[in-house]
């Protein structure tokens, strides 16, 4: 079966994070661009971080995506140019990830040797009196805090 | 279970177990390996090709070499930090230092493919396959870890010089150099930060901890000087890689303004004549290139 590259756009644009599955990798500004010919599928994805273990898993779903929904072949190219940056993070998708529980990236990437801190809601009780307590989290792309009016730990998505 | 990719590789048709899903780096065929995800094909030499960022081949000699230099000093430090995981002094620290460690080696497997692209040696060849002499990894990345105050002098000349290495090798001409530079870039400024910050609570804490920062400063300190040194390679790569000796000024300025921060003396010890660029490597390097090794070279192809 041959299908239309919308088509296998849509498939590819649904695919889940595998660390934040609440975001799809068009959410995350991972999926670059998607091309078809004949029937085969050449799908370009960025890593978040180089050293994301998630990529692997990625183009995993998007090759098991794309055959089950009838392409015949699917090619997923990774690239580092350009570097993935929170700024290619929908809207939908920020709004996503607080709904899920994960303060958004707040402000753009940083430049320079000075690091702004900005404060960030608390995604459960929207305080903005929250404290960073590691500037390193449970995966490269997050940071903890802790807020300081409902005392919940959460993780925030670090601007880069 | 392993994946499966080495037969019916040029078949589109042929059905294949989706390989990477348990992060193994090497790839062996295993004739029982039960197919867990129905049809699925896919083409394994694009795959192993595009692993760590498929910008291209090295078609330049001097080029691979060059990668391959920044390669081993990005593998040896993150296999370094690896050593802290539960050990480091607070949970967060444990935390930290891994997500260090994993930047690292992102940069090290985008670097090493390129550098073994020249060859048709593939990123676990260079890591594992080869022995110590081989390796061309800075001393000042070689340093033991040391107690937690070494690690964050060891951390601080370290990003400091990766982030100006970095920001530099942005403007190379070479694609595969300047993609890898650009995404590095980011991640060893925000290692610099985490560096910076343990430096100056050291520095300000209590007695002993500045006492141990300074120990540990000056039991670093010699092994800046080889990362500037200029060689035959720079002369040949003029305008593609970026000349060591040039980064000097930058680097000494941001260091000298951190520890000022906290009245830190510069240490002025005399440079090591270290020549890991050579193949003469630092007496800790051995023992760590044999625990990292150890396992690919006993078990050939192994997966887990």
Redesign the interface.
Known sequence: MTGTLEHARGVVAAVADPEVPVLTIDDLGVLRDVRLDGGTVTVTITPTYSGCPAIDAIRDDIVLALTSAGFDRAIVRTTLTPAWTTDWMSDAGKRKLSEYGIAPPSGRAPVGPLRLKLSVACPRCGSLDTREVSRFGSTSCKALWECRACLEPFDHFKAL | MSASTEHGAET??TPLD????H?DMSRVTDPYAVDA???????AH??SA??????GHATDPDVAAYALRLGDDALVLSQSLCGWIARAPEL?ED??L???A??????A??LLRYAGSYDGRSEDDLAYGRDEPEFRSAWLFELPNGDFAHTIARQLLASTYLLELYRALTASPD?GL???A??????V??HR??AV?WTLRLAGGTAESRRRLLVALDDTWPYLNELFRDEPLHDRLDGIAVRPSTLRGRVDEVLAAVLAEEDVPVPSIPASPAGGRRGTHHPAFGPLLAEMQVLARRHPGATW
Do not use: C, F, M, T
Not at chain 2, 18 to 21: E, Q, R, V
Not at chain 2, 50 to 55: F, K, P, R, V, Y
Not at chain 2, 102 to 107: A, I, T, V
């Open positions: 589109a048709s989706a390989p990477g899903l992060g995800h129905g049809d699925v094909s896919l083409d694009e795959l595009e692993l760590a960022g498929g910008e967060e935390v930290a891994g997500n260090i994993l930047d690292l080696l992102g940069h497997r985008s694609l300047s993609a890898l650009a995404k590095a870039e980011k991640e400024d925000y930060d985490h910050q």
